[in-house]
């Protein structure tokens, strides 16, 4: 025990004397968090719009109005001729474009029908999505405001409710994935280069003739990390709080102890990385190989159920596909321990078998 202490307080003085390593813990979370935050979002609103009205009367005013006050459209441009249109949608310096015809009040008036169109740049898909069932649902609400359609009177009371996420922000849906995502990628690759980089100085071999034995320097070496995890979790979650206003529903302890094992995985690999590489660099790049699958195919981003049936058979191996759900479940959901045993039981696995390959593997290259 107390080589194992020994071991975990000279780690500590090396990770407070490496301003690279504390810079790496402090800065990349916060950077992070406002990168995914702030700048990525798919809540698509305010697309830029052009409009070009021949009308030019009261209602036709008032249903550029009306796309306005959605906050989905935001008419940067005011055209006179429908060629203006089409190259500013050819230079996608606009999403969608209006052409309001002539004569549009007088035929919506006379009850003749009165065309109205709407080009949508559709190569991104999302936003093209939005503006075509937002616009429909703005023209029919419209026509209801200004007396020009019954409002239908159906059998159904139907009454859609929103739960966890009422607001539809896409910042609740995607940070407490980050801290999951975080963790993955700043774990595995500290320790992995931590433990080459003693392998590349030559240090391991001294302790080895030190009377330690194996399983004390893995252990020595790896608990610190699980405080480099949970401070890096604890960072982005608070950040999160304060910053984004992003409710955490959960037991704070659940989470503390479902993080600590994920934690456990991402030592693991990290350990993993630290036997297969010779020097740092091949460290990183093998932490990475197994990050882009983890972004990808774990529902960080893109939901699971759209991915075919072999893809999403492999997104059940990865670890950050069940901590996702543990994140998500308890800061937003308020789920507790035994709601996300689904998620629990098969971490405990992968952490099981990853741990056990990568000691053996360790200690292998130790002897």
């Known amino acids: 025990m107390k080589s194992t202490l020994a071991i975990i307080q000279k ?22 968090l406002t990168i995914y935050g702030y700048a990525i979002s798919t809540d698509v609103k305010h697309m830029a719009t052009a409009v070009y009205d021949e009308d030019q009367t009261p209602l036709s005013r008032r249903l550029v109005e009306a796309f306005e006050q959605s906050a989905y459209f935001d008419f940067k441009y005011r055209v006179g ?10 230079k996608g310096k606009v999403k969608a474009a209006f052409h309001i015809p002539p004569d549009f009040e007088r035929n919506l008036l006379a009850g003749r029908g009165a065309g109205l169109q709407l080009l949508i740049d559709g ?17 029919i609400n419209f026509l209801q405001t200004e007396h020009l359609m019954e409002v239908p009177v159906v059998p159904i009371d139907f009454r859609p409710r929103l739960w966890y996420n009422p607001d539809l922000k896409s910042s609740f849906f995607m940070i407490p994935g980050l801290v999951g995502l975080l963790l993955q990628l700043l774990v595995p ?28 320097l893995i252990l020595g070496k790896l608990v610190p990390y699980v405080f480099i995890g949970v401070f890096i979790a604890g960072l982005v979650v608070s950040a999160a709080w304060i910053l984004f206003q992003v409710p955490i529903r959960g037991n704070p302890l659940t989470l503390f102890v479902l993080t600590v094992l994920f934690i456990t ?6 350990l993993f990385a630290s036997t297969i590489a010779e020097n740092q660099q091949q460290a990183s790049q093998i932490i990475m190989f197994f990050a882009a699958p983890s972004i990808l195919l774990s529902g960080f ?6 991915m075919p049936f072999p893809i999403y058979q492999i997104s059940f191996a990865i670890p950050l596909t069940y901590f996702l759900k543990i994140a998500r479940g308890i800061i937003l959901k308020g789920l507790g ?31």
């Open 81 to 90: 001729s429908q060629p203006e249109l089409k190259k500013l949608l050819d």
């Open 189 to 216: 690759m500290i320790t992995a280069t931590a433990i080459v980089r003693e392998k590349e100085r030559g240090n391991i071999e001294q302790l080895l003739v030190t009377p330690i034995k194996p399983h004390e």
């Open 265 to 270: 995985v991402c030592l693991g690999l990290g």
């Open 11 to 32: 780690e500590i003085r090396h990770i407070l004397r490496d301003k690279r390593t504390l810079m790496l813990i402090i800065m990349m979370p916060l950077i992070q």
């Open 123 to 139: 190569t991104d898909s999302n936003p093209a999505n939005t503006a075509l069932h937002t616009s429909q649902s703005i023209v």
């Open 337 to 367: 321990f035994w709601d996300l045993m689904p998620q629990i039981l098969p971490m405990v696995g992968i952490a099981t078998f990853i741990l056990t390959v990568s000691i053996r593997k360790f200690h292998k290259r130790l002897t």
């Open 301 to 306: 981003i893109f939901p699971r159920e759209a």
